[in-house]
């Protein structure tokens, strides 16, 4: 369960969605609500949007010592006020007395800032000593000289790591994702339909379970968690030189990226739209297969995608980029059997075995993925 505590800024009005959404991820919510909040939004929308009675003030229920024993308690937002009064230990309403009380028994406690820009300056020692004593922070989004609200996904997958058994703690992983684009002149490119979906649920998998993630990302559709070290390329060319520079020192390389298999030759300038022309392509490189002679030690997830095969034809696939890349297994997708972009139709292939993963979620897979994964690290 989250206790999830609304104190009086006016971003108190971004909660009642992120209410909801931390229900629809499975979460229970408890909302706490202070007295300056209260006249910002009305306990009847926290009360709907959590599914739980609000608690506006102690009572004889000692609301306080009752809620101490959570998964995470959730301060958003969070006013210079809470702040300095959490900070010198004031307890004088039922939402300083709770965070008290659950840092003495060690509850996780999440503080979302929210206010002027010039009182978030002001308050930063005090920010600084809580982190000191284990309270954690997320820091808002500074615009318009204001600390505000951050996006409440973000909020949400910050909220997991600290409800989620890290067992990837100090592994350091480099994924891959999204498609590349290979120009075909200065303004025309060949690319593929990846959206970077699967891409963006292994980095949340990753970072829920306290991995230290490393982002090549070409060309996506989705956004990113903005704490992500994530960098940008264009070409299959760019990703592979990035690839190269960031392997050493990752445990673990994903290999999620569509990258491009075949690479057009480019003419410099404009070619004219006046005649129709003939491209012609050479086999791009395949980076994956390079990637255990330079780091013998990574662990190596290939991804394969396939159009409308057979299980038996898209194992054998498997098996081949298998000997090809040295990978310790590989993922392979049959795009051509999914019309949701939020599913896959996967076989997880190693040396010796196949598991068909049938029709499933990217959520859940990449859930398998990283089991798998932390099977074999640590055998």
């Given at each position: ?91 004088d ?5 709770l ?85 075909i ?30 982002v ?8 990113l ?42 003419s ?35 991804f ?14 498997g ?61």
């Amino acid at each position: 369960m989250i206790v999830l505590c609304v104190t009086g800024s006016v971003a108190a009005v971004e909660t009642i969605k992120l209410a909801r959404e931390f229900r629809r991820q499975g979460f229970e919510v408890q909302p706490f609500l202070s007295k300056n909040g209260e006249k910002i939004i009305h306990s009847n929308a926290l009360e709907f949007a959590c599914g739980r009675s609000v608690i506006t003030d102690i009572t004889g229920m000692i609301e306080h010592i009752k809620y101490i024993d959570v998964d995470l308690i959730l301060v958003a937002p969070a006013t210079a006020n809470i702040i300095s009064k959490f900070t010198y230990k004031i307890a004088d309403d039922h939402i300083s007395s709770l965070l008290i009380a659950a840092q003495g028994h060690d509850t996780p406690i999440l503080f979302i800032p929210s206010m002027h820009e010039t009182m978030y300056k002001t308050i930063s020692e005090n920010i600084e000593k809580l982190k000191s004593e284990g309270v954690h922070f997320f820091e808002p989004k500074m615009e318009e000289v204001h600390a505000k609200f951050p996006n409440k996904e973000d909020i949400i997958l910050e909220s997991s790591k600290l409800t989620t058994s890290n067992d990837f703690d100090n592994i350091n992983i480099l994924i891959s994702i999204g498609r590349t684009r290979e120009y075909i002149d200065p303004i025309r490119v060949i690319s593929n339909k990846s959206t970077g979906k699967m891409g963006l649920e292994l980095i949340k998998e990753g970072y829920r379970r306290g991995a230290n993630l490393t982002v090549i990302s070409g060309e996506i559709d989705v956004e990113l968690p903005k704490m992500i070290n994530v960098v940008k390329v264009d070409t299959c060319s760019q990703m592979s030189e990035e690839i190269k520079k960031h392997l050493k020192g990752n445990n673990v390389f994903i290999s999620a990226a569509a990258v491009s298999d075949f690479v057009p030759k480019s003419s410099d300038k404009k070619i004219s739209s006046d005649n129709g022309i003939l491209v012609e392509f050479t086999p791009a490189e395949k980076i994956i297969e390079k990637v255990k002679d330079m780091s013998p030690n990574s662990y190596l997830v290939g991804f394969k995608a396939e159009y409308d095969l057979s299980d038996e034809e898209l194992i054998n696939k498997g098996r081949k980029q298998i000997v090809k890349s040295k990978s310790d297994f590989v993922l392979v997708n049959d795009v051509g059997k999914v019309s949701d972009s939020d599913e896959s139709y996967a076989i997880l292939v190693d040396e010796n075995n196949h598991k068909n993963m049938g029709f499933i979620s990217k959520k859940d897979l990449v859930c398998k993925i990283f089991d798998r994964t932390f099977e074999d690290i640590n055998l």
